[in-house]
């Protein structure tokens, strides 16, 4: 069995590799390009053969996602299938919608943040619910046909999950735009009626199974802020060793040959970390892993990001360059999943 | 990609742990625990439990007498050795001279020298340094002048680790003064205690006297101790870098040091501390990043590659996180760090807090594990050379 998989994603590795090559110019990002996902498949990968993905798993999603990195991919992949899907896949009243959204029909944008308390609460009326308040920042929800909501029940301390449709009554949207050109959106619920069949989890089960999908999503992201240091790197040594000053390659200077070297040594941290995680057998381990894997692709994508504009120097200050992009990218990746310090008790509590 | 360990490498764990666990001593393994300075017998009496189960020379194929680990077990060793309080062995015999006579000594010499190595039988210094040759090897100055059957030494070493205990050492020497440093050098093995030959020790930060200066006035050495042929000793010396690095991430080691401070910090009502909390976790995300950094490395040679001077950045990581790490302990016990006992440090005198009294000294010792070994900047050096490819 473990050929077979280590073939498939091979496999999988050289077509995300292909497709990003094809897709990209190296500098702007990738847009529209859901259609394409759902077509090659990528869709079905993340969930388990029983509920009809192709179960690949974390190993499949930090492939797919390292290519979003790379290729500065603007596609939701990470909010929708590993987040809102995951969720979905976890819950047996999901399955309807989970087969809309690997057949590429239905889009779910995650109204959640992840290690955050829910900013919605949800009251019970008559045999359904009603849901007031609003959650900031959601990941491209001006495409969703749907959200996945997370609220906390009554007054109670239970959270519950729920599936709403982007043209409820009583939803609006305003679109955020982020500071690396992708974009995200204020979803607000002014007592929106869901009925009963929309609330996805049974009681008590909702916060087990979002800190499941939660150490997923931090691992999706530690593979695209890997995916795009790996870019950084890449570009900053060759131009180190073809740009000239003083009459000779600046990659020649010692100075910059040893912040080279870290960045090459921070960049092999979080790959280890991101293939240990996506491949380790042991659930604890893996989720400890995922989570150090987040942590220290911050690290290592702040320090590799601020390399690579000081050693380019003044091009990469322009908004032509491809380094800001990629800057921006692994910023923004932080603010929205969390900064290291908020995901340590996360990872002292799965070790 | 990543290492699965089989139940053959499960089993050979759990054989190495319950040998070790057996055998130390629990008061070698309290002096470990807190950093007091061991004696030559501390050392030898360890080592001769270690080559009972000829786990000394552990890192030696089966042709050379060793054990004949595969590379998973060899890293199973150190990892089950490092979570345990046993003293770091000395290293010359068994990681440096030995390697170096059974890849590149006649017959003769194998036989000679390394059952006193792998036994534990004779003690080893290396004699490398000098006083204008540190990481510049290449500008060694002691010469050895060749006068038939013999070869005259004259000259001088520094930072010999152990070679006031040593009865061999395993030396770099100046043959040809014409030619470019690099072929000039030759490998000799020196009886230590051959007339000529004085030892100064050298007081360190610590208060230790773990290196010395030795000087040599008109050593005479018999030419059967080279090694190989003469002129190669740079490529003997160079072989052994590569050798050493792999061994050197000191991972094992840093994990039982994070745990034991881990302790400390909850012995003191510390541990829900804000900031000793996150530093905690911060160095322990760094240790499992190094710890996976060196998985993939295994597999990637046990997968048959040879990932050759990668492994530097093991020795880089590795090395600055232990000193981290001692940081921290000092950090953590403050101001109850500054009772100094030099009587505590040699274990003659125990102590109601040793934690804190051992913290000081090893802060300023394990700032040697950044310079020795190639430095950690001739680590860089080699990996922007090697690996970024950069000229």
Redesign the interface.
């Known amino acids: 069995m473990s050929t077979n998989l280590d073939d498939e994603l091979h496999m999988l590795t050289d077509t995300v590799a292909r497709y990003v090559a094809n897709r990209s110019d190296g500098k702007a990002q990738i847009e529209n390009g859901w259609k394409e996902l759902a077509e090659l498949g990528w869709l079905y990968l993340p969930y388990p053969e029983e509920v009809g993905g192709l179960g690949l798993g974390t190993a499949g999603v930090s492939a797919v996602m390292q290519g979003h990195g790379r290729g500065l991919l603007a596609t939701p992949y990470l909010p929708f299938a590993v987040m809102a899907g995951g969720v979905l896949a976890r819950c047996p009243r999901g399955s309807h919608a989970l087969a809309a959204v690997m057949e590429g029909e239905q889009r779910v944008a995650a109204a959640f943040a992840v290690g955050a308390a829910p900013t919605l609460a949800a009251h019970p009326a008559g045999a359904g619910w009603r849901l007031v308040g609003a959650c900031d920042h959601v990941l491209s929800v001006d495409e969703a046909d749907a959200v996945l909501a997370v609220a906390r029940i009554g007054a109670t301390e239970e959270t519950g999950l729920f599936l709403v449709r982007a043209d409820a009554p009583g939803v609006t949207i305003t679109v955020q735009p982020l500071p690396d050109g992708r974009k995200a959106g204020r979803v607000g619920f002014d007592d929106v009626a869901v009925a009963a069949v929309d609330r996805l989890d049974e009681d008590g089960e909702a916060e087990a199974l979002l800190r499941e999908v939660e150490t997923e999503a931090l691992l999706a992201a530690a593979a695209d802020n890997l995916g795009a240091m790996q870019v950084l790197y890449e570009q900053t040594l060759d131009y180190a060793k073809l740009r000239k000053q003083f009459g000779r390659p600046i990659g020649s200077f010692q100075s910059l040959q040893f912040r080279l070297v870290d960045m090459w040594i921070k960049l092999d941290e979080v790959r280890s970390l991101v293939a240990s995680a996506a491949a380790a057998p042991d659930r604890n381990e893996a989720g400890a892993l995922a989570v150090a894997a987040w942590i220290q692709s911050v690290w290592s994508g702040r320090l590799i990001g601020e390399e690579a504009i000081q050693i380019h120097g003044a091009i990469a200050m322009t908004d032509e360059h491809a380094v800001g992009r990629y800057v921006k990218r692994i910023l923004v990746n932080e603010l929205v999943f969390g900064a290291p310090e908020r995901h340590f008790s996360r990872y002292r509590s799965m070790r | 990609?990543?290492m699965?360990f089989s139940e053959e490498d499960k089993a050979f764990s759990a054989e190495v742990r319950a040998y070790l666990s057996d055998n130390l001593p629990a008061e070698l393994a309290r002096k470990v625990r807190y950093n007091q300075r061991l004696t030559r017998d501390d050392y030898t009496s360890w080592q001769d439990v270690l080559a009972a189960r000829n786990w000394y020379a552990v890192g030696w194929p089966a042709s050379a007498g060793g054990p004949g680990l595969t590379q998973t077990q060899r890293y199973l060793f150190e990892r089950e050795y490092g979570a345990l309080s046993c003293p770091h062995p000395c290293q010359f015999g068994i990681a440096m001279a030995g390697p170096v006579i059974f890849t590149f000594g006649n017959d003769e010499q194998k036989a000679r020298f390394l059952p006193g190595i792998r036994e534990n039988k004779d003690f080893w210094c290396q004699g490398y340094s000098e006083p204008g040759a540190g990481s510049d090897l290449a500008a060694l100055k002691t010469t050895a002048v060749r006068e038939g059957d013999h070869y005259r030494v004259n000259g001088q070493k520094i930072w010999t680790t152990w070679a006031n205990w040593a009865d061999w050492m395993f030396c770099l020497v100046k043959t040809d003064l014409e030619v470019k440093p690099q072929r000039g050098i030759s490998f000799l093995l020196i009886d230590m205690r051959s007339p000529g030959i004085t030892v100064r020790p050298i007081k360190t930060i610590d208060g230790d006297e773990e290196f010395n200066e030795v000087f040599f006035n008109d050593v005479l050495v018999p030419v059967e101790n080279r090694i190989g042929e003469e002129g190669q000793g740079w490529t003997y010396a160079k072989f052994l870098l590569e050798f050493e690095r792999f061994s050197m991430s000191g991972a094992a080691r840093s994990r039982r040091v994070l745990s034991e401070i881990r302790a400390d910090a909850e012995a003191l009502g510390k541990a829900d501390d804000a900031r000793m909390?996150?530093r905690l976790?911060?160095l322990?995300?760094?240790l499992?990043?190094?710890e996976?950094?060196e998985?993939?490395l295994l597999a990637r040679s046990v997968g048959g590659e040879n990932p050759g001077p990668e492994a530097s950045?093991l020795k880089?990581?590795g090395t600055e996180i232990a000193q981290a790490l001692s940081r921290l302990r000092v950090d953590l016990h403050a101001e109850n760090c500054l009772v100094h006992s030099e009587a505590f440090l040699d274990a003659l005198e125990p102590s109601d807090n040793p934690s804190a009294m051992g913290a000081i000294a090893t802060y300023l010792n394990q700032r040697k594990l950044t310079i020795w070994g190639g430095s950690n900047?001739v680590q860089?050096?080699i990996?922007?050379k090697q690996?970024?490819?950069?000229?």
Do not use: Q
């Open positions: 990609m990543t699965i909390a996150e976790t911060r322990e995300i760094e499992l990043a190094l996976h950094m998985l993939h950045k880089i990581r900047e860089r050096m990996l922007a690996i970024l490819e950069l000229g």
